[in-house]
């Protein structure tokens, strides 16, 4: 499987960005998808996923009521609405493939280049 995330960049606090997250070589429709994100000098932690269907969604709570993440099975494409940015949102934000239906945190396993999202003060 391939994963490429794109749509990262530079926006002051406040603002908003929508990453888009490109899949190949798996059946897209089948599987949960999520994104996690890594900051410097932390450890990757989950942000959001989504079961195959799009019927069901989780977030971290950082990103609750800020981040809503959802999927175009037939584009085979996953995307992260991020609003209300802050500058701890800071961070290399990555796509991610689950081996299973639902978005269960310790079923994610393939993982995609990142792209950087950086929130300035």
């Known amino acids: 499987v391939q994963l490429q995330a794109s749509g990262g960049g530079l926006v002051q606090a406040g603002g908003s960005l929508r990453l888009s997250c490109a899949v190949s070589g798996r059946t897209f429709s089948a599987y949960a998808m999520g994104w996690f994100r890594q900051a410097p000098g932390k450890e990757r932690e989950f942000v959001s996923g989504?079961?195959?269907?799009?019927?069901?969604?989780t977030h971290a709570d950082s990103v609750k009521g800020r981040f809503t993440i959802s999927r175009d099975n037939a584009k085979n494409t996953l995307f992260l609405q991020m609003n209300s940015l802050k500058p701890e949102d800071t961070a290399v934000y990555y796509c991610?493939?689950?081996?299973?239906?639902?978005?269960?945190?310790?079923?994610?396993?393939?993982w995609g280049q990142g792209t950087q999202v950086t929130v300035s003060s």
């Open positions: 991610a493939v689950s081996r299973g239906f639902y978005p269960r945190i310790a079923d994610f396993g393939s």
């Open positions: 989504i079961s195959a269907s799009g019927s069901v969604t």
